[in-house]
């Protein structure tokens, strides 16, 4: 008699709905595949975003981490970080925990297109200056805004709001929100902030846009604790209108010897002197080549920060001294620009606000992929050794090989053909939690290399698909999980719609077929589809 010790599966019972987890699997990532439309944002534990309360068992350790004491007291955890051991009852935050009344003081304009808020909350608020907070406005919209203020010598939180086309928050925060009206928000959240232990050290502060507002009060906060290093402070903008603040810069300067602030513009300056013309990283990092040992604060523009992040790696600056924040989607990137790649491979794409498009249709390369039979034993190969490689399997706990590849497909399948049928997210959003360095991108460039040489596709068209690929390494290669940018603004795009599927496909919840036809619930942030078997779960 052979007796089989069968493991307990875990079950997560949320809505009155049991949902069982899968070994070595997230809380959060439980209820997505079972399609629950449940919050969350950058998965790795940094914006709370995903908080949820535990109200049978004791959540386990790692899963408050970073969580405040009384929030502890009474059960909740981040369900990115919760790897379930027992059976868990699950319930919704409660406003009257997490969120925190405030009244608008004051509104004043710093520029034509920037407003500062200045904020009374109803209870004492503990924050460090360069922290964020997310208001939470009008029909549940809900945005990050990082504090300008420094507790020790402001009594009102500092925020300050650009303006955005189309913006909801903005928009209403500009135009709807008064003195006197009251808001909610939750946080203060985040870790950059003045490192009071490193005073010793030389700071480099880049910002663009309303990124200046958290290196104000970081410098601020600096300048008044007595920090002996030296501090640079570059201000970028599109022109020389955006520079805000000035009189404030120019005054900390004046007052302080080891302050020193630059003035930076896409387009030469008419107005203001000691403006300096050209892209503000670069101009800093000229300025300033060898940073072994500074701290590095980054803010704004997300293709500047996520740039500045990497150079500031190849100057000497360890990732642990690199703090920033590129949730603000300045004006900079609003422009339509080129993507550069080797001339020879003749493959055009642009940048269009925070979304790279695809590039122009390779007949060529349809055609020598056997109209994609080939592309399917290329992926095949190719994640065969994904899925067995130490470095890069970890990235895909909890995906199935058979989805994964029927994705990857229908994404180049798009970009070889020019037909729509890939409705995921594009790489920067899809990758934007993902911590991966140059090193591990290069390794699975080789992979990709190698599968395609065993599958015999001829040279020119192997350099030609390793330079589509590069087109997105800007997006996905970076030292720290990065804010989602949808539409200008960091938007917390949760929910579910439906389709008409154009093309076949797998359920992600119960890996059934999906057939060309069939109408399918799929979540907006994820891309995961569910079939109409599923459906009802994601109601």
């Not at 994964?404 to 409705?423: A, C, D, P, R, S």
Request: proline share 4%; hydrophobic share 35%; net charge negative.
């Amino acid at each position: 008699l052979i007796i089989k010790q069968v493991k307990h599966l875990v079950s997560i019972t949320y809505k009155n709905e049991r949902y069982l987890s899968r070994d070595g699997e997230s809380v959060l990532d439980t209820l997505l595949r079972h399609g629950v439309n449940a919050p969350f944002s950058c998965k790795k534990g940094v914006c709370h975003a995903c908080l949820l309360r535990c109200t049978n068992v004791a959540p386990p350790e790692l899963s408050v981490k970073g969580i405040k004491p009384k929030l502890i007291e009474k059960q909740y955890f981040l369900p990115c970080q919760c790897f379930p051991e027992q059976d868990m009852d699950i319930a919704r935050a409660r406003s009257r925990d997490i969120l925190t009344r405030a009244v608008l003081a004051e509104k004043n304009l710093l520029s034509n297109d920037v407003c500062q808020l200045l904020i009374e909350p109803t209870t004492q608020v503990y924050y460090h200056a360069g922290q964020f907070i997310n208001l939470h406005g009008v029909d549940e919209v809900v945005r990050s805004y990082s504090l300008a203020s420094v507790p020790t010598q402001d009594y009102y939180l500092e925020l300050h709001v650009r303006r955005v086309a189309d913006g909801l928050m903005s928009n209403w925060l500009f135009d709807d929100f008064n003195v006197g009206d009251e808001i909610e928000f939750h946080g203060p959240i985040g870790k950059c902030y003045y490192q009071r232990d490193s005073d010793q050290q030389n700071m480099l502060l880049i910002s663009t846009g309303t990124g200046l507002a958290p290196h104000l009060g970081i410098v601020r906060d600096a300048l008044e604790s007595g920090h002996k290093g030296s501090i640079h402070l570059y201000q970028g903008s599109v022109n020389e209108q955006g520079h805000y603040q000035r009189d404030l810069l120019a005054g900390l300067a004046a007052s302080h010897a080891n302050f020193k602030y630059y003035l930076c513009t896409d387009v030469a300056p008419t107005q203001y002197e000691n403006v300096e013309t050209g892209q503000v990283s670069e101009i800093a990092f000229n300025k300033h080549s060898k940073l072994s040992g500074w701290l590095v604060y980054l803010s704004g523009n997300p293709d500047m920060v996520n740039h500045a992040e990497q150079q500031a790696l190849k100057l000497g600056v360890t990732a642990q001294d690199i703090f920033s924040d590129p949730f603000e989607h300045s004006p900079e990137t609003e422009d339509i620009t080129e993507v550069k790649i080797p001339a020879e491979t003749e493959i055009k794409a642009v940048v269009v606000d925070e979304k790279r498009k695809f590039p122009d249709p390779d007949p060529e390369m349809w055609a020598a992929l056997d109209n994609g039979a080939l592309m399917t034993k290329i992926l095949t190969t190719f994640y065969n050794q994904v899925f067995e490689d130490d470095l890069l399997s970890p990235y895909f706990a909890g995906v199935t090989k058979q989805r994964l590849i029927g994705k990857v497909y229908n994404f180049h399948y798009q970009m070889f053909t020019g037909e729509k049928v890939y409705f995921g997210e594009r790489p920067r959003n899809n990758h934007h939690w993902m911590v991966i360095p140059k090193e591990t991108f290069d390794h699975r460039e080789a992979l990709m290399e190698q599968s395609l040489r065993k599958h015999g596709l001829p040279e020119h068209l192997i350099q030609r698909w390793l330079a589509y690929e590069e087109i997105y390494r800007e997006d996905i290669v970076k030292y720290k999980p990065i804010n989602k940018i949808l539409f200008g603004e960091e938007i917390p795009y949760e929910g579910f719609d439906t389709l008409v599927m154009e093309f076949s496909s797998l359920c992600d919840s119960c890996q059934g077929e999906i057939n060309k036809g069939d109408t399918v619930r799929y979540h907006v942030r994820m891309g995961t589809t569910y079939c109409s078997k599923c459906t009802d779960k994601t109601s």
